[in-house]
């Protein structure tokens, strides 16, 4: 049986750009990362990164980018800084070239302190951002991260953030791949959606949320719903709703100006006769667009 990983991607990144590849695992992220990175060859299509035809000239693609994978690809057994020159020597620097570059990264990556600890003493956060080094040592101008962020503590994310914009504001460009919404919105400046291998949409984080609306009220009820019960009958006939979802004994209602419509959603429901077992306020988020797109939440394939 053949399966199709990715089929009709077409990505394009500017320069200085973080451009995010969102979805649930097994969407095609790393698959489609992997081509552009030249370590897969596609069955198909067309390509040019970095100024170089992906198909006929792989080899010229590799010199322009760096590539950071899951794993992060650092020898445990060596230091961030014999793992920093190693890889700028690959990179086709001369020694001299990748000592400066080496010294210039482990500052950057606030790694000098401990540039000759073995990698297995450091923590998460701190390989990741030698793997960082590694990838950026030869001073690419097309970045690829694979879910670079995963398994980290929150400060050590935050701090792995940092580093990512600041290579945006260096000129960098950044393809991103994540399944982590707060990341998406965060770092992004435009990005898809993809799910199955499939684009299921794509634009900058705020039109895709914007498109939804402004906020999401989430009402619980005693009883599981139907679409053609009173609540939702009630719901219909209010002018400010835009989109409702049902999912069990809740509704969803997608709106403008949350903090205004919640009281007269109350009241709705009160004139009728209906209990509402609780009720929450929120902004709407890229989760909410993958639900309407695909009728499941990125947070459960996540």
């Not at 999401?216 to 979802?245: G, Q």
């Amino acid at each position: 049986m053949v399966v199709e990983a990715v089929k009709g991607l077409d990505i394009a990144v500017a320069r200085g750009e973080i451009f995010g590849v969102l979805g649930p695992n097994g969407a095609g992220k790393t698959t489609t990362i992997r081509m552009l990175a030249t370590l897969v060859q596609p069955d198909g299509g067309s390509g040019t990164v970095a100024g170089h035809d992906l198909f006929s000239a792989p080899e010229r693609v590799r010199p322009h980018i760096g590539y950071v994978s899951q794993a992060g690809g650092v020898d445990e057994n060596n230091g961030a800084r014999a793992n920093i020159v190693l890889a700028a020597r690959l990179n086709g620097l001369s020694s001299a070239e990748a000592a400066v570059r080496t010294e210039e990264m482990l500052e950057a990556f606030d790694l000098t302190a401990m540039s000759d600890r073995p990698a297995r003493t450091l923590s998460g956060g701190q390989k990741r951002r030698v793997a960082l080094a590694i990838g950026l040592v030869h001073g690419p101008p097309l970045v690829f991260l694979d879910e670079p962020t995963t398994g980290l503590d929150p400060q050590s994310r935050a701090n792995l953030w940092d580093q990512i914009r600041a290579l945006r504001d260096t000129g960098t460009s950044v393809l991103l791949s994540t399944h982590y919404l707060d990341e998406a919105e965060v770092l992004c400046d435009r990005l898809m959606i993809v799910d199955h291998g499939e684009v299921v949409v794509e634009g900058t984080p705020a039109a895709l949320t914007r498109e939804m609306a402004d906020d999401v009220v989430t009402l619980r009820f005693a009883e599981e719903l139907t679409t053609d019960d009173k609540v939702c009958r009630i719901v219909s006939a209010l002018p400010y709703v835009r989109e409702t979802r049902i999912d069990g004994s809740l509704l969803r209602i997608y709106l403008d100006d949350g903090e205004q419509a919640v009281p007269l959603l109350l009241r709705a429901f009160g004139d009728h006769g209906v209990a509402v077992g609780s009720i929450s306020l929120d902004r709407a988020t890229l989760d909410d667009v993958f639900l309407r797109k695909t009728g499941r939440s990125l947070r459960d394939g996540g």
